[in-house]
């Protein structure tokens, strides 16, 4: 079966740093992938996603990620952390038939230090 | 402008009552979707339907009922509430159920007393 691991729970990093998130996926086929983020009280929006062609992919907010198939990973990047970064995100993978659905991971909270 | 709406926002209720939580997109999309997200953060499939018809059902209890009048709206039922049920409720919609991106609702904050 399909599963989604985000190994890190809680991250801080610095305002201006760089960040990367990690995601392990396990997924028979080549897999779809996902990276949605929640701000507080919010719900979920889609960062980028990957389902094949080039393994960096580029999404919104200046986050990007790249998939890794001899690693079974998609790490999401960002060279510059801002404040408004602040939020939970999730990796994802989508298990797609006729009844199509995402298998989500735990999700990794990331806190920005002034 | 709101893409997937959600009411209400906000549900506190008793242990044994019944309850409903609406959900509308105005994205034209085909395919809506139930999501519950625990108090860990932990956000899990419950229903999907396309055209109006389920085409997901996890192992979710009968005493969840989802209903969807048309395309546009999918609402979801909850008999005799129990203290487990007290979660975050995500309605998500999709062009289709395939490769596409899922767009999320605001989220119903649930709680059962």
């Known amino acids: 079966a399909q599963s989604v691991t985000q190994p890190d729970i809680h991250i801080t990093v610095s305002e201006g740093a760089s960040l990367e998130l990690r995601c392990n996926y396990s997924?028979?086929?080549?897999?779809?992938l996902f990276w949605y983020v929640q701000s507080p009280g919010q719900g979920l929006q889609l960062l980028l996603k990957?389902?094949?062609?080039?393994?960096l992919v580029q999404g919104i907010k200046g986050f990007e990620a790249e998939f890794k198939r001899s690693q079974s990973s998609f790490n999401l990047r960002k060279p510059s952390v801002h404040w408004s970064d602040a939020a939970e995100y999730f990796c994802?993978?989508?298990?797609?038939?006729?009844?199509?659905?995402?298998?989500f991971g735990s999700g990794t909270r990331l806190s920005i230090r002034p | 402008d709101t893409a997937v709406s959600q009411t209400p926002k906000y549900l506190v209720t008793q242990m044994g009552n019944d309850k409903s939580i609406k959900c509308e997109q105005n994205?034209?999309?085909?395919?809506m979707y139930w999501y519950k997200q625990d108090s860990k953060k932990f956000l899990k499939i419950m229903f999907s339907?396309?055209?109006?018809?389920?085409?997901i059902n996890e192992t979710v209890p009968n005493r969840f009922s989802p209903k969807s009048p048309d395309k546009a709206h999918l609402n979801l039922h909850i008999n005799s509430l129990e203290l487990g049920d007290s979660a975050v409720y995500f309605c998500?919609?999709?062009?289709?159920?395939?490769?596409?991106?899922?767009?999320f609702g605001p989220g119903t904050r649930l709680t059962v007393l």
């Open positions: 994205l034209g999309h085909d395919t």
């Open positions: 339907y396309n055209n109006k018809e389920l085409i």
């Open positions: 990957y389902f094949s062609g080039d393994t």
């Open positions: 997924y028979g086929a080549t897999p779809y």
């Open positions: 998500a919609s999709s062009q289709s159920p395939s490769t596409d991106t899922q767009y």
């Open positions: 994802a993978v989508g298990e797609y038939s006729s009844a199509s659905k995402i298998i």
